[in-house]
C-alpha cells in the first residue's frame, strides 16, 4: 500500500489535561486535529470532569473523546498526536502518571489489536478508566465490539462512575 493509500479507519481518540485551563486546551486540540491532512472529525463527546487516577496530589482532570475518520496509519496518527501535544506546552518530565496540559491517547483505530514498543491499541487503559469508557460511549455504538476486550457496552456495565461529571455538554 503507498502512504497516500485512501484506506479509511475509525480512530477514537482520548484527551485528557490537569494543568493550565485544560478546557481550553482540550478544545484547542480537537480544532488542531479536526484541522489535520487526512483527519477528519466525526464525533466529539462532552467533556468530563474526574479526580485524578494515580498520584491525588495533583488538580482533577477534564477529559473527552473524539471520534475520527482517517487515512493516515496507526503510526503516523501517534506522531501527529504527539505533535499536538508538544505544541500544547506538554512536557515530558519522566513522572509517570504526573498532571500534564495535554494528553492525547490512540484509544482504538479501526480492528487493529497490536502490541508495539511504541504503540499498543486498543489502549491497554480503556477497560477501567471512567473517565474514557464514558465519554466513548457517548459517540460509538454502544455493541462496538473493542479488539480483544470484549463489547463496549460490557465494559461499561463493569466500570463505576465513580466521581465522574459532565461540564460541558456535546
Ligand atoms: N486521571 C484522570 N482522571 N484523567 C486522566 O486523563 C488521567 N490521565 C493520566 C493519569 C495520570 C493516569 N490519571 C488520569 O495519565
Known amino acids: 500500500m503507498t502512504p497516500e493509500s485512501t484506506t479509511l479507519a475509525i480512530a477514537y481518540i482520548g484527551l485528557g489535561g490537569n494543568l493550565d485551563r485544560p478546557l481550553d486546551t482540550l478544545a484547542s486540540a480537537r480544532r488542531m486535529i479536526a484541522g489535520l491532512a487526512r483527519v477528519r472529525e466525526?464525533?466529539?463527546s462532552s467533556f468530563y470532569r474526574s479526580a485524578p487516577m494515580g498520584p491525588a496530589n495533583q488538580p482533577d482532570y477534564i477529559n473527552?473523546?473524539?471520534a475520527v475518520e482517517t487515512s493516515l496509519p496507526p503510526l503516523?496518527?501517534?506522531k501527529a498526536m504527539q505533535r499536538v501535544e508538544l505544541s500544547h506546552g506538554r512536557v515530558r518530565n519522566g513522572l509517570r502518571w504526573g498532571p500534564r496540559t495535554l494528553d492525547l491517547d490512540i484509544l482504538i483505530y479501526g480492528k487493529l489489536h497490536i502490541t508495539d514498543e511504541g504503540l499498543t491499541l486498543p489502549h491497554?487503559?480503556?477497560?477501567d478508566?471512567?473517565?474514557v469508557l464514558?465519554?466513548?460511549a457517548e459517540i460509538a455504538p454502544t455493541d462496538l465490539e473493542i479488539p480483544g476486550m470484549g463489547r463496549l457496552c460490557d465494559l461499561l456495565i463493569a466500570?463505576?462512575?465513580?466521581g465522574l461529571d459532565v461540564v460541558v455538554h456535546g
Open 64 to 66: 473527552a473523546v473524539m
Open 134 to 136: 464514558y465519554p466513548l
Open 42 to 44: 466525526t464525533a466529539f
Open 159 to 162: 466500570c463505576p462512575r465513580r
Open 129 to 131: 478508566r471512567e473517565f
Open 76 to 78: 503516523a496518527l501517534l
Open 124 to 127: 491497554a487503559g480503556i477497560a
